[in-house]
């Protein structure tokens, strides 16, 4: 070690002593697992701290992480992401826990969310899609709602372990947060990826969890949600055929349907979504290794 390095380290292990009371030396130690800090990414929050907790709370980007013991209770885990709409700077993840002993024990973690642009797109769909009749819209609100309870829900399970796997082999279409124009018409960003799929193509689910939804949609038309614990969810849309039920377990792999072209397409593809309290992020962030596993 240099005279230089021995000396910050020095620094740092008196600063750290010297940080909290003197009565406790319990810290938490919070660690980010994401393919990149920007906009639109997954995110998961690890937190490990030196005492056993009792409970755990967590906010990032100014919503709180629903954290889960994954195993003694000195190790905890939530899924999180970062908001389509985030403009890259830097932030503080803050994080408080209470011991078994009813002492309070809290971290921070101060990050940088990069920046990132996403490319317009204009598509034609047929015209009752972009302006629903109004018989429709009374459906499509109610659909709306329903979709808000159930991404909602927040299952106490653990992190699934392995990283998901690709629903079909299809290349990517569209991406996740294109800026969508419909016949002209400005709408909502792409809240999926959509991924090439002639009608019929087998849809595996892409990780471990249970079918919470499997029937037809106005917008998505024959559609499988997967809630996979902790508040995470991915959903398979367009389907020509559900091979699935509401309520069964399922595991990475296993076929939810075929894809198909209902609902509003300009063609068949499959669209595949990832959801963290309601809010899209781009599923392929579930794709890399980086966000499971043990730590290094
Ligand atoms: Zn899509």
């Known amino acids: 070690m240099t005279p230089l390095l021995r000396i910050l380290a020095f620094f740092v292990i008196v600063s750290t002593a010297c940080a909290g009371p003197a009565a406790s030396q319990a810290s938490l130690d919070i660690e980010l697992r994401a ?20 409970s755990l709370s967590c906010s990032f980007l100014g919503e709180q992480v629903f954290m889960i013991r994954t195993g003694d209770a000195r190790s905890w885990s939530g899924w ?8 890259a700077g830097s932030t503080v993840v803050e994080a408080r826990g209470v011991a078994t002993d009813g002492a309070t024990v809290s971290g921070t973690r101060a990050v940088r969310i990069a920046p990132r642009d996403f490319p317009q797109e204009h598509l034609k ?11 429709i819209r009374e459906r499509i609100a109610r659909e709306k709602a329903r979709l808000a309870v159930i991404y909602a829900r ?4 653990a992190p699934p372990a392995e990283p998901f796997v690709r629903p079909v082999p299809g290349k990517p279409t569209s991406i996740f947060g294109s800026r969508r124009v419909f016949n ?9 990826l959509d991924l090439r799929a002639a009608t019929g193509t087998p849809v595996l ?8 939804l499997a029937e037809e949609l106005y917008y998505s038309g024959n559609l ?4 996979h614990g902790g508040g995470l969810f991915t959903l398979y849309a367009h389907l020509s055929r559900i091979d699935v039920a509401e309520g069964e377990d399922i595991r990475a792999g296993e076929q939810v349907g075929l894809s198909g072209a209902t609902g509003r397409v300009t063609g068949p593809h499959l669209h ?3 959801k963290i309290d309601n809010r899209p992020f781009d599923p392929r962030s579930l794709l890399d290794p980086v966000l499971f596993g043990d730590r290094n």
């Open 80 to 87: 999180s992401m970062v908001d389509l709409d985030r403009k």
């Open 184 to 192: 002209g018409k400005p709408r909502a960003p792409h809240s999926g």
């Open 272 to 274: 595949w979504g990832a």
């Open 224 to 227: 499988v949600i997967v809630d």
């Open 125 to 135: 769909v047929a015209p009752k899609y972009v302006e629903p009749p109004k018989a």
């Open 154 to 157: 927040r299952e106490p399970w």
């Open 35 to 54: 393919r990149e800090l920007a906009a639109g990414e997954g995110v998961r929050i690890d937190i490990t701290s030196t005492v056993p907790l009792e």
């Open 205 to 212: 689910c892409s990780g471990p969890g249970r079918v919470v």
